[in-house]
């Protein structure tokens, strides 16, 4: 905490949270000098969280504007051993992103630097993202509107048939894996389309929106489409693979735009090219970007790809500013932080 001494602030943002949106909500939460500092954006920005990779080379950068401050406002500079032991006025870091995965949280701790991050800045955006991934894939638009908008043939028309036309959400089972901040959002928007929406997540007591189902296998069985919302953790990763996948009835639809280890890839890829499985949806994959001899781009005609853009929304970066800004003021207040992790 400050005593009542101006604070010394490092905004360090990139070009998606810009550190001008930092020091905005700042400036609603306390007085003191904000340095505002942009890094470039990584090649992996969501790189693992066991190692401090991210924007890696911007140590030296990080470390000169540091001088001086006891708090750093980040998207993803790299608050690595280095970077801490030369700042030794450094007091606070406040990630705004859902984990601190560029922070050294060992080092800080030894530092005795406070580590924040802001959890549920991008719930909204994910779920709306989700079920939007989920509309394209079940009525082909971005196949259709490639064939007509790039290749000028109006080929699309065969999906008004009955062989080739999609699915609505109405009425149909659609299973949910995980009901956490982005789950439950997309069970509540599920659930006004019509959907029969069913839920498994052992976490997660209390009401929920949709039947709850105990066993993973039921929920694949009885499910036409499933969409993954669970942490990636050692029990989650490879959660679904060709077991799971073999369980759905012929037809169905995968979508994830949680994260990409959930679902083995290969195996996904395998039963879309047998048409087990009638079409998948990925926002998240298991390495990324995702590669160019990925068996995906073959497909094309049955996928819908983009790349990790389910947070991308103004709203994400300017809640994230403020959920951030909000932590420094308690900080600077000496009140409880709400998000700390050390």
């Known amino acids: 905490m400050t005593n009542g001494n101006r604070v010394r602030v490092v905004a360090a943002g990139d070009h998606f949270i810009l550190p001008s949106l930092i020091k905005e909500a700042l400036a609603h939460e306390l007085t003191g000098d904000v ?4 890094l470039g954006w990584p090649l992996d920005p969501f790189g693992p969280v066991a190692e401090v990779t ?3 080379d911007a140590e030296d950068e990080l470390i000169d504007a540091l001088t001086g401050a006891q708090v750093l406002v980040t998207q993803m ?3 690595t051993e280095r970077v801490l032991d030369a700042c030794p006025d450094l007091r606070l870091v406040v990630v705004c992103r859902g984990g601190p995965v560029n922070v050294n949280l060992d080092a800080a701790k030894r530092h005795d630097v406070r580590v924040c991050y802001a959890p549920g800045r991008n719930a909204a955006a994910t779920a709306e993202f989700t079920v939007g991934l989920m509309l394209a894939a079940l009525r082909r638009i971005p196949q259709a509107h490639d064939l007509l908008a790039r290749q000028g043939s109006w080929e699309g028309a065969t999906y008004y048939t009955y062989e080739h036309s999609g699915l609505e959400l109405e009425d149909l089972p659609v299973g949910l894996i995980g009901y956490g901040a982005v789950g439950s959002r997309v069970a509540r928007v599920l659930c006004a389309f019509g959907a029969r929406v069913m839920v498994h997540d052992p976490y997660v007591q209390g009401e929920i929106h949709g039947l709850r189902v105990p066993a993973l296998d039921e929920l ?4 036409r489409v499933i969409t ?3 942490r990636l953790t050692a029990e989650t990763r490879g959660l679904i693979g060709a077991r799971e996948l073999a369980l759905l009835p012929p037809g169905s639809l995968v979508v994830n735009a949680a994260r990409g280890p959930l679902l ?5 890829c395998t039963a879309l090219e047998t048409g087990h499985l009638s079409a998948a949806a990925l926002d998240t994959y298991v390495q990324e970007p995702l590669p160019q001899h990925s068996r995906l781009h073959a497909l094309a005609d049955r996928v819908v790809l983009t790349p990790h853009l389910g947070g991308a929304s103004r709203a994400v970066a300017e809640k994230a500013a403020a ?3 909000a932590e420094v003021g308690r900080w600077a ?4 932080l709400a998000h700390a992790l050390t």
């Open 220 to 223: 694949l069985v009885r499910s």
């Open 323 to 325: 959920i951030a800004a």
């Open 54 to 56: 991210e924007a890696s």
């Open 77 to 79: 500079g790299p608050v």
């Open 228 to 230: 993954l919302h669970a």
């Open 333 to 336: 207040r000496g009140e409880t």
């Open 35 to 38: 340095v505002e500092l942009r």
């Open 264 to 268: 083995d890839e290969e195996a996904l």
